[in-house]
């Protein structure tokens, strides 16, 4: 694939020293995929392992449908999927996790969805069954995703899950935070667009450990979501518009 060519669907996977399961995880997504217009773009978040070069090998074997994206210093994962959004090529972005626990089967299901749901929805939201994690993580995750709920409004089980598809031009437009990726859903809702959910089932990490800790993400995840809260108190109402010509 060179500058010029125009992928329908953009891949964007956010990573950071997941050299061990890129490896795998890329003959799936590569496999899920087969048959359609295509890209992926790795968004390396500045990793100390061999990533780096691992994607260089793989695109020096000939995955021309490959892009390797790096942050000279690890800035997060709304960051990474920040800076895949913003060099995606493809009308539709799908979103997933580099470590391995998103499936890649999911991915052509997410964007059909939103195909097939029409312009007035916004995102695929992938929502997840059989959650993997360990039990403290799965109670925490089902609070904050309750308590989200509660406040948000934003109909979505499962705000979390890595895997999700959005409207590029739309993605770009949404109000950027460190932890955006977590409020996809509500964030899209604020614009005035609809959301579609998909189940999907996670899988266990076969390598590494996560990079997130619980109580870290909880304490941000606060103050994330009273300033979600507030963006969507400050947009009440969303106007069609539409230029009136002579």
């Not at 956010?14 to 295509?38: M, Q, T």
């Not at 606060?222 to 969303?238: M, N, Q």
């Amino acid at each position: 694939m060179n500058a010029a060519t125009t992928p329908a669907i953009s891949i964007v996977i956010p990573c950071k020293n997941e050299a061990a399961n890129l490896s795998f995880l890329l003959d799936e997504v590569d496999a899920a995929l087969a048959g359609r217009d295509f890209e992926v773009v790795v968004v390396d978040d500045g990793s100390t392992d061999g990533t780096g070069e691992a994607l260089k090998k793989r695109v020096e074997a000939g995955a021309a449908h490959l892009r390797h994206i790096r942050h000279d210093r690890s800035a997060g994962q709304s960051a990474a999927v920040r800076s895949g959004v913003f060099a995606a090529r493809g009308a539709i972005v799908v979103t997933m996790d580099g470590d391995g626990q998103n499936d890649p089967v999911y991915l052509p299901k997410l964007a059909d969805a939103l195909k097939v749901a029409g312009p007035s929805a916004g995102i695929a939201a992938g929502q997840r069954l059989k959650r993997t994690d360990t039990k403290l993580k799965q109670f925490s995750s089902r609070f904050a995703n309750n308590l989200r709920e509660a406040i948000l409004r934003d109909g979505t089980r499962d705000s979390g899950c890595g895997l999700k598809a959005v409207h590029t031009d739309l993605f770009r437009q949404l109000p950027y935070f460190d932890g955006w990726h977590r409020y996809l859903p509500a964030l899209v809702l604020r614009e005035g667009y609809g959301v579609v959910h998909i189940d999907v089932v996670d899988r266990q990490r076969r390598h590494g450990k996560s990079n997130y800790g619980i109580l870290d993400r909880g304490l941000r995840g606060a103050l994330d979501l009273f300033g979600v809260w507030w963006l969507r108190r400050r947009r009440k109402v969303v106007p069609t518009a539409t230029e009136i010509r002579p």
